[in-house]
Nanobody, 123 residues
């Protein structure tokens, strides 16, 4: 079965940076749609960034601060977080689509596989 394992979360001061990683098993990152989501209770899970054949997309609140990328040779998805703000504090989840039905989607319903999450805390 598909397994997504995130790492790289931690605690950082406002203005700092982190890089999150998501390594996929029995799933190829090449040519597929993947994304990062975050959730800070009691808020709903929100899409942060997505990468798809030919492009990337971001929610407005992170544009210019976060960068999504992937290394297909390592089957790994990344999210570089910079200029972090306290409101970025959340559990961050990696997500992968079974098929790219909607390029650029940041809807949870367009992703079938999820990691367990990695916590990012900004103070």
């Amino acid at each position: 079965h598909v397994q997504l394992v995130e790492s790289g979360g931690g605690s950082v001061q406002a203005g700092g940076s982190l890089t999150l990683s998501c390594t996929a098993s029995t799933y190829t990152t090449r040519g597929n749609c993947m994304a990062w989501f975050r959730q800070a209770p009691p808020k709903e899970r929100e899409g942060v960034a997505t990468i798809y054949p030919g492009g990337t997309g971001y929610v407005d609140s992170v544009k210019g601060r976060f960068t999504i990328s992937k290394d297909n040779n390592k089957n790994t998805l990344y999210l570089q977080l910079s200029s972090l703000k306290p409101e970025d504090t959340a559990m961050y989840y990696c997500a992968a689509a079974r098929s790219c039905r909607v390029l650029g989607s940041l809807r949870t319903t367009d992703f079938s596989y999820w990691g367990q999450g990695t916590q990012v805390t900004v103070s």
